[in-house]
């Protein structure tokens, strides 16, 4: 950005107003994070603010005598000097910023986790304090307590909890042989007691299911759920 004619300089203090407005809308566009300015915001706000200094420095000096001129242009070239020192050092040390970004944010996280803990001590000690003081243990169940270590066992306990956890025992092949053999029985009593079609009178019990066969149109197999 160009510095501003030196005509406009006197108008009110108009133009330093014009100027930090602009100067605070490039930081609020260019600020990175909370605390943290861009470089050529900063070049720029030092150019501007030197830039002014000499316009009036330029106006006032005429009005001086000559020792007093000498003075003023002697504090204005160290005051600057030093100013332009900083932003030069501060230009060489911008070339490491990134290595300064990465610690800035390691602290940051460490800083979070502290004050995540001392926010759960605070918290547990609130508890201890408010919420569990009426806080206690119920009776211990002694009859429970001695039932198990004596027999090893718990008979007290609901059978609807044993039905749900515990999977029941497998059948074994001499069950189901017998669980077929009585379903093969129900199905034979459904038929004697049932009428059935003519043509649906070619059948065979088996296996608990019954075989029904029309030659040359279709063959179906049935059984029963229960013996009702």
Same mark, same amino acid.
């Given at each position: =950005?160009?510095?501003?004619p030196l005509?406009?300089?006197?108008?009110?203090?108009?133009?330093?107003?014009?100027?930090?407005?602009? @100067?605070?809308?490039q930081?609020?566009? $260019?600020? $990175? $994070?909370?605390?943290?300015?861009?470089?050529?915001?900063?070049?720029?706000?030092?150019?501007?603010?030197t830039?002014?200094?000499l316009?009036?420095?330029?106006? %006032?000096?005429? *009005?001086?005598?000559?020792?007093e001129? /000498?003075?003023?242009?002697? @504090?204005?070239?160290?005051?600057?000097?030093?100013?332009?020192?900083?932003?030069? #050092?501060?230009?060489?040390?911008?070339?490491?910023?990134? &290595?300064?970004?990465?610690?800035?944010?390691? =602290?940051?996280? %460490?800083?979070?986790?502290? @004050?995540?803990?001392?926010?759960?001590?605070?918290?547990l #000690?609130? =508890?201890?304090?408010?919420?569990?003081?009426?806080?206690?243990?119920?009776?211990?169940?002694?009859? #429970? #307590?001695?039932?198990?270590?004596?027999?090893?066992?718990?008979? *007290?306990? +609901? *059978?609807?909890?044993?039905? *749900?956890?515990?999977?029941?025992?497998?059948?074994?092949?001499?069950?189901?042989? =017998?669980?077929?053999l &009585?379903?093969?029985?129900?199905?034979?009593?459904?038929?004697?007691?049932? +009428?059935?079609?003519?043509?649906?009178?070619?059948? /065979?019990?088996?296996?608990?299911?019954?075989?029904?066969?029309?030659?040359?149109?279709?063959?179906?197999?049935?059984?029963? %759920?229960?013996?009702?």
């Amino acid at each position: =950005m160009s510095p501003y004619p030196l005509e406009t300089m006197n108008q009110g203090g108009g133009l330093m107003m014009e100027q930090q407005q602009h @100067n605070q809308q490039q930081l609020t566009g $260019q600020q $990175q $994070q909370p605390g943290h300015i861009s470089l050529s915001v900063l070049i720029d706000m030092i150019v501007q603010r030197t830039y002014h200094e000499l316009t009036i420095l330029a106006e %006032l000096l005429p *009005r001086k005598t000559d020792m007093e001129r /000498k003075v003023e242009i002697f @504090n204005f070239s160290s005051r600057t000097r030093m100013l332009f020192i900083r932003l030069l #050092a501060l230009v060489k040390w911008a070339s490491s910023a990134s &290595k300064v970004d990465k610690c800035n944010n390691i =602290m940051m996280f %460490l800083e979070k986790q502290s @004050n995540l803990f001392l926010d759960t001590a605070d918290q547990l #000690a609130r =508890m201890a304090r408010e919420t569990l003081v009426r806080a206690t243990l119920p009776n211990f169940h002694l009859p #429970a #307590a001695a039932e198990i270590l004596t027999t090893g066992g718990y008979t *007290r306990l +609901p *059978r609807c909890i044993k039905e *749900r956890i515990v999977p029941p025992p497998p059948v074994s092949s001499q069950e189901k042989k =017998m669980t077929l053999l &009585k379903l093969n029985q129900v199905i034979e009593q459904r038929l004697v007691t049932s +009428p059935l079609p003519l043509r649906m009178r070619n059948l /065979k019990v088996a296996d608990g299911t019954v075989t029904f066969t029309v030659k040359n149109e279709f063959e179906c197999r049935l059984t029963l %759920l229960g013996d009702t």
